[in-house]
């Protein structure tokens, strides 16, 4: 699904936030991505997204080479990825189902599959009730699983998480991470970066942790 092959990335100054990374996300694996902050972590889901391009290397999603993508296309590449942010970016002047159906208005689908969508994705996060309510009347975790469900509304085989716990408590942050988990079980695949190392630890996912730029590879201890 991603593949990064020897990938720098080196902002002007000379600052390298990435240095020769190399991993591959199997389609339909879950992971985490760690490290402290300033490691890379925000960088490397930019290059999958292609808000930035690398420096040196190659990167590939779901087979496509996103240095010879143009463009013109990069919206295309985009529609398949779900992209969920620390703080979801909610419009607080539209209603919850608005918010939800913002990536399907802007790709062109009808009013009938948008309301199909929109509440097919707003019960997977436990949000079927709130369709008609301010994103500004919700708590916390609330908004978060808004963002959640407009992430996941155009059906993405990726899905991408920048710090979605930072801003919950424990319990919220295992409610949210456990979303993730569910639609990573149907074949979703996923891809956390995290803080949160006790989080990591529980799920028993593969961790990839990035320091100064430079990526090393935890997998889980399995018992016998």
Do not use: C, W
């Not at 990374?21 to 890379?40: D, I, K, N, Q, R």
């Not at 985009?78 to 208005?105: C, E, K, M, W, Y």
């Not at 699983?145 to 295992?174: C, F, H, M, W, Y």
């Amino acid at each position: 699904m991603i593949r990064f092959d020897e990938v720098s990335k080196r902002y002007p100054g000379g600052i390298e936030a990435l240095s020769r990374v190399s991993f591959e996300l199997a389609e339909g694996e879950m992971v985490f991505l760690t490290g402290h902050s300033g490691a890379g972590k925000s960088t490397l889901m930019k290059l999958v997204i292609l808000i930035e391009r690398t420096s040196q290397g190659q990167v590939f999603v779901n087979g496509a080479n996103l240095n010879r993508i143009p463009v013109r296309q990069i919206p295309a590449i985009r529609r398949n990825i779900g992209v969920v942010f620390q703080n979801p970016h909610l419009l607080f002047d539209r209603s919850v189902f608005d918010n939800v159906a913002l990536p399907l208005t802007i790709s062109g689908f009808g009013p009938r599959e948008v309301g199909r969508r929109v509440r097919a994705a707003l019960s997977k996060v436990g949000l079927a009730d709130k369709e008609r309510m301010r994103p500004v009347t919700l708590s916390g975790g609330e908004q978060q699983r808004v963002g959640i469900a407009r992430a996941v509304v155009n059906k993405p085989a990726l899905l991408l998480a920048d710090e979605p716990t930072g801003n919950l408590d424990p319990d919220l942050s295992q409610e949210v991470i456990n979303l993730f988990a569910q639609f990573n079980q149907v074949g979703v695949s996923v891809m956390i970066a995290t803080h949160d190392l006790g989080l990591v630890e529980r799920m028993g996912k593969r961790e990839l942790v990035l320091r100064q730029g430079q990526l090393t590879e935890h997998r889980p201890v399995r018992l016998i």
